[in-house]
């Protein structure tokens, strides 16, 4: 299968922007048409609005019609993430932090299958685009099993119940295309399968794991060595489905994402390789880390790939200077944090019906702290729930600091990947259910 072909991102970057906090307001205003054309810039203007809200369901689930924008309405949809994050931080002392009036979100615009977790602060979207979830079910399938062989026969059914094309249109409501949205979703069957394969429940084991990601990150990452040694290397590449899967998602994203874009995703690949690595050898020593040591693994060993290519994804760049800004980095982790942590709740009594101990928050906090099943789960939802208003505080602070449409549109992405990412996995009754606590 051909990679498609898609534009090349384009940086929205104004001159006069050269550090966050230092922006020249007469400057920007000036550059807004410009900047706004390069944040849209897939096949004529397509500009987003300043409050987001899903996509429009249009006659073809492959692609957004070169003009259409969506609607601006005040429902909080699958990219209602500026509208939350204009909102600002919730709780006592935080009015000012404010940049408009809080208006309260109206009921969300579609039932939810599954139960959320009782107290888990989260904000209800819609359900994914119906054409678009089922296009890019299809797609991956054939992908996983025509192109990279990812798994046997007796795997389908799991496969199936990733419900992974629901996941990722859910996640990615600004991606103009369906082909766009391949990027991402090639991307998480092939972190998953690293995972299953080499880490968990599908021939996983924590003995020689160091060795497997390394050989299977150079599918990410190419190695460049002496020519007697370059074909080794190379026919490794399809020695295994993860190695096969990383090597085919990867080739499809650098054809599609900017230099800056390919070389952060490798980063933040190697972040998540280095946390699995720190969890398996917690696994062979037997021990059960201290919290804290827990917290700095998951942000690590989390979903931050995933919301990193928000903007490759959306089919614009954000300029490497600007997403490298601390601040920025900061509101990264904070929403990868919470959105791992969402994961770690959802799949508690899944992981105990495993074998063997896996460690999540909840089990962490009750070994460590001393506290009853139940209190260490519900410590862990207001440990989501303060990493959750922390990422609203800072992408709030942020948007207000720097007024650049390609950042506002960034955080847009990652507030919409925070809420998509909560939906598929209350809604995902295939994998998940909840524990009797309550």
């Not at 692609?63 to 699958?78: D, M, N, Q, W």
Request: charged residues 20%; glycine residues 8%; contains cysteine.
């Amino acid at each position: 299968m051909p990679v498609p072909e898609l534009p090349p991102p384009r940086s929205s970057l104004p001159e006069a922007v050269t550090r966050l906090g230092a922006t020249v307001p007469g400057a920007v205003a000036a550059r807004a048409d410009e900047t706004g054309a390069a944040v849209g810039a897939f096949s004529g203007a397509h500009t987003l609005p300043t409050l987001p809200a899903g996509l429009p369901s249009g006659p073809s689930p492959t692609a957004l019609p070169p003009t259409a924008a969506p609607a601006v309405t005040g429902s909080p949809g699958p990219g209602g993430g500026l509208e939350r994050l204009l909102r600002g931080p919730h709780g006592l002392g935080t009015a000012g932090l404010r940049l408009t009036p809080r208006e309260e979100p109206p009921a969300p615009v579609a039932a939810e299958k599954g139960r959320p977790i009782p107290g888990l602060y989260h904000h209800p979207v819609p359900e994914p685009d119906p054409g678009r979830v089922d296009e890019v079910s299809r797609r991956i399938k054939a992908w996983a099993l025509d192109e990279v062989s990812l798994y046997p026969e007796e795997w389908e059914e799991q496969f199936d119940g990733f419900s992974v094309g629901r996941y990722m249109v859910g996640c990615h409501p600004d991606a103009p295309t369906v082909d766009h949205l391949m990027l991402a979703t090639r991307l998480m069957v092939a972190e998953n399968a690293v995972d299953d394969c080499y880490c968990e429940d599908h021939g996983g084991s924590p003995i020689g794991l160091g060795e497997r990601l390394l050989l299977a990150h150079t599918a990410l990452d190419p190695l460049y060595t002496v020519g007697e040694y370059q074909p080794d290397w190379a026919a490794s590449l399809h020695a295994d489905a993860p190695r096969r899967a990383y090597r085919s998602a990867m080739d499809y994203f650098v054809r599609a994402a900017g230099p800056s874009q390919a070389d952060r995703l490798r980063h933040d690949m190697a972040r998540l390789h280095l946390g699995y690595l720190a969890e398996a050898a917690w696994a062979q020593q037997d021990q059960v880390p201290e919290v804290w040591e827990y917290l700095a693994m998951r942000q690590f060993n989390n979903f931050r790939p995933c919301p990193t290519i928000t903007d490759t994804v959306g089919g614009y760049e954000l300029p490497a200077d600007l997403h490298a800004q601390p601040d920025l980095q900061k509101v990264i982790a904070l929403a990868s944090n919470a959105t791992t942590i969402v994961n770690d709740l959802y799949s508690y009594t899944k992981e105990l019906d495993a074998p063997g101990r896996h460690l999540n928050l909840p089990v962490v906090i009750a070994e460590r702290e001393g506290l009853s099943d139940k209190d260490a789960y519900l410590k862990s939802v207001e440990i989501h729930n303060e990493l959750m208003h922390d990422f609203e505080t800072e992408a709030a602070a942020l948007a207000a600091a720097c007024p650049v449409p390609s950042v506002g549109r960034f955080l847009r992405g990652v507030a919409a990947w925070v809420d998509g990412n909560h939906h598929w996995h209350q809604s995902n009754t295939y994998r998940y259910s909840l524990p009797d606590f309550w």
